[in-house]
């Protein structure tokens, strides 16, 4: 079982390898961003605490989402646990590696997806994801091979983010560098941090981040 962090600002490709991941190694994707859209869905009041907070693209308590990943921890852990947008502050770091610690697990790699700022406005702007089975299209570079119809499971559901702007993606980055691109010295210094250029082509990735995992089994 191999435990990692998925490590990168917004539109570096992480959901994406993530779900690669779920699906060739049978790992278990733990995104916050994932369950905290879930939860506005679900109209729960925790949902509607976050809503406005994550249209804006600033990053929700520190306290709501390590909760959210509390819970997962104890369940079904399959090839192993793949954190996808968490974590995102040192604090929510500390809190992982206790939590880890009294689960008796252990964090494998942190992988860094390093990718520039101009990629990321135009990968981030055309972004779609299909709303019945999560397959991620883009206007420009991976369109639907029918308009609105998802080439995996046929849905004409798709969807745009709430905070997919360029507004809200503003605020995302300075957000990612402030608080999150410190986790990138704390993992260096236990000498976890792995790197892979995540502007490679899409396999490309997959692989160099295949090699990582393998590495660290
Ligand atoms: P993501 O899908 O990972 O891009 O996350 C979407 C939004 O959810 C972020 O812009 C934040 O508002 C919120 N969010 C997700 N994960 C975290 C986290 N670990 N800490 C704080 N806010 C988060």
Request: hydrophobic residues 40%.
């Amino acid at each position: 079982m191999t435990n990692i962090i998925l490590l990168g600002p917004p539109g570096a490709g992480k959901g994406t390898q993530a779900k690669r991941l779920v699906d060739g190694r049978h790992m278990v994707q733990l995104s916050t961003g994932d369950m905290l859209r879930e939860a506005k869905t679900s109209g729960s009041e925790m949902g509607r605490k976050v809503a406005d907070v994550m249209a804006r693209g600033e990053l929700v308590t520190d306290e709501i989402v390590i909760g959210l990943i509390r819970e997962k921890l104890t369940g079904e852990a399959g090839g192993g646990f793949i954190f996808d947008g968490f974590p995102r502050t040192l604090a929510q770091a500390d809190a992982l590696a206790v939590l880890m610690d009294g689960l008796g697990q252990k964090l494998d790699a942190v992988i860094e997806m390093q990718v520039d700022d101009a990629a990321l406005v135009s990968r981030i702007t055309g972004r779609y994801t299909c709303g019945g089975c999560g397959a991620v299209y883009h206007d420009s570079t991976k369109p639907t091979k029918v308009a609105d119809t998802c080439d995996a499971c046929g849905s004409t559901s798709m969807q745009r983010r709430a905070d997919d702007t360029e507004d809200a993606l503003r605020t995302r980055l300075m957000e990612y560098y402030k608080k999150t691109s410190p986790l990138m010295g704390y993992y260096y210094a236990k000498g976890a941090l792995r790197s892979v250029d995540g502007l490679a082509a899409m396999d490309d990735v997959a692989g160099a981040i295949a090699k990582v995992l393998d590495s660290a089994e």
